[in-house]
């Protein structure tokens, strides 16, 4: 604690473990949707809105058979996009695996560390009311209690 009473285990808490969360989404979403569209994927697409909209131009009863040859043309060309998107996908992520394989255990290492470091002090101060048959107990091993907060440690907090 400071000398004016506050503690800054409750922000370092909360931003390490705001980082811990936000850093393994980061990846992940750089696996899903990283890097721009490259020129290939924006060909395709091209190719095709092209490929559908001369299809739904071709309305006629005599023009049926070109608009059907159209469409499955389209239709092709979105499976090739489905593929290329699935390889570039594959590609992305073999970058980012050697950094994920590495997430898990450094959560688990730091939350550890966390828990021991902060064990003793309080993180939080709760009002008694909101406590009231239970205010020593959630106090218990966080540096007591103040006047009218009740302090609670890491260990109740783990706990939620």
């Known amino acids: 604690?400071?000398?004016?009473?506050t503690t800054l285990a409750a922000p370092t808490i909360f931003i390490?473990?705001?980082?811990?969360q936000?850093?393994?989404r980061y990846?992940?979403?750089?696996?899903?949707?990283?890097?721009?569209?490259?020129?290939?994927e924006k060909k395709l697409r091209t190719e095709i809105k092209q490929l559908l909209k001369e299809a739904s131009s071709l309305t006629q009863p005599s023009t049926f058979a070109q608009a059907a040859k159209l469409r499955r043309m389209a239709a092709a060309k979105e499976k090739e996009l489905a593929k290329y998107q699935e390889q570039q996908m594959l590609e992305r992520q073999s970058v980012y695996?050697?950094?994920m394989k590495y997430v898990a255990p450094v959560k688990a290492l730091t939350y550890l560390l966390?828990?021991?470091w902060f064990w003793k002090s309080p993180v939080a101060a709760?009002?008694?009311?909101?406590?009231q048959p239970f205010g020593r107990v959630l106090s218990w091993k966080s540096g007591g209690d103040s006047v009218?907060?009740?302090?609670?440690?890491?260990?109740?907090?783990?706990i939620c």
């Open 22 to 24: 936000f850093v393994p």
């Open 27 to 40: 990846f992940e979403n750089q696996i899903r949707n990283g890097g721009a569209t490259s020129a290939e």
């Open 97 to 99: 695996d050697p950094y």
């Open 148 to 158: 009218d907060k009740v302090m609670v440690g890491v260990p109740y907090v783990d």
């Open 114 to 116: 966390l828990a021991v």
């Open 1 to 5: 604690m400071d000398d004016d009473g």
């Open 126 to 131: 709760i009002s008694k009311e909101l406590v």
């Open 16 to 20: 390490l473990v705001s980082l811990l």
